[in-house]
């Protein structure tokens, strides 16, 4: 990969509309997919293998997964956080995945109902699973900056997740920002740490916009040299399970920001824009 070109996964399916009290149909999901991919993004996280219950947005996951044969062009993950939800994307016929476990004991405890010890055997369990299977793997680390129950996180712990991650056989590694504590200066810091472990696996940014200081945040993080980077359409999203938790850094944001900054993406800004406007009238928003 051109050390000038920045890859986007779009994760406005997922992480996007996963707090939206307006359930989006499958067809509507897929003609968002179309247009999105007429703009250019060619990488989606477009679902999570959870509860639906507890997230009524992801309850179609079997079936958008069977449409995605459609557009062969582009690549799909889907989010599991255990290993009952990675049998179900692979049963689903779902090969690419991003395995997700929390660096912080209290927001894993809210957020999949187990600490970090027992988050740490269901991330082996899983990563052991997703080698048998012959799974693509992003193994991602949330509140890999802080978390708002428990304030700093360890850099320690979030290196050893990392390296866990990768002795699993993970072909990606995600750092997010889950509950919006990243700062440049952090980012910095946590990135040079783990690019000295990452080698040459692709290392992704999962960043939230906190007052409006995401993209400052992702201006660091390409300075830092990270070309890989999770977005949602418009900033939408955030964390369900956490109060006022910050949206997404926007990707029509960050496209342009990467622009600006001399990198290529692919991606047609004004395009996106439209785009934006349809999703704002599905998502029923004034």
């Not at 989606?44 to 044969?69: G, Y």
């Not at 300075?223 to 997404?248: K, Q």
């Amino acid at each position: 990969m051109s050390n000038k070109r920045i890859i986007l996964e779009d994760q406005t399916l997922r992480d996007g509309i996963q707090r939206e009290k307006t359930i989006l149909s499958t067809d509507e999901k897929v003609g968002f997919l179309k247009d999105m991919i007429a703009c250019g993004v060619r990488r989606f996280q477009v679902t999570a293998f959870v509860n639906p219950k507890k997230v009524p947005q992801m309850a179609d996951a079997e079936d958008l997964i069977s449409r995605l044969r459609y557009f062969p062009e582009a690549t799909f993950f889907a989010l599991v956080l255990n290993a009952r939800g990675l049998e179900r994307a692979l049963n689903a016929g779902c090969c690419n995945v991003e395995i997700s476990i929390s660096a912080s004991n209290t927001h894993g405890l809210k957020n999949v109902g187990m600490g970090l010890s027992d988050a740490i055997s269901e991330l082996e369990r899983m990563l052991s699973i997703a080698r048998r299977e012959k799974a693509y793997v992003k193994m991602s680390v949330q509140c890999a900056f802080g978390c708002q129950y428990e304030g700093a996180v360890a850099e320690d712990v979030v290196m050893d997740l990392i390296k866990r991650g990768l002795d699993g056989g993970a072909h990606e590694v995600s750092l997010a920002d889950t509950t919006g504590m990243a700062f440049p200066e952090l980012i910095m810091e946590r990135v040079s740490k783990a690019k000295e472990l990452v080698y040459l696996t692709p290392l992704f940014l999962h960043l939230h916009d906190p007052d409006g200081k995401g993209i400052a945040n992702v201006i660091a993080a390409v300075e830092a040299g990270v070309r890989h980077f999770d977005a949602t359409l418009g900033g939408t999203g955030g964390c369900p399970f956490i109060p006022h938790a910050p949206p997404n850094v926007a990707l029509e944001s960050l496209v342009e920001t990467a622009h600006r900054l001399g990198f290529e993406t692919g991606i047609n800004t004004d395009g996106l824009l439209g785009v934006r406007e349809k999703l704002v009238g599905l998502l029923k928003r004034v």
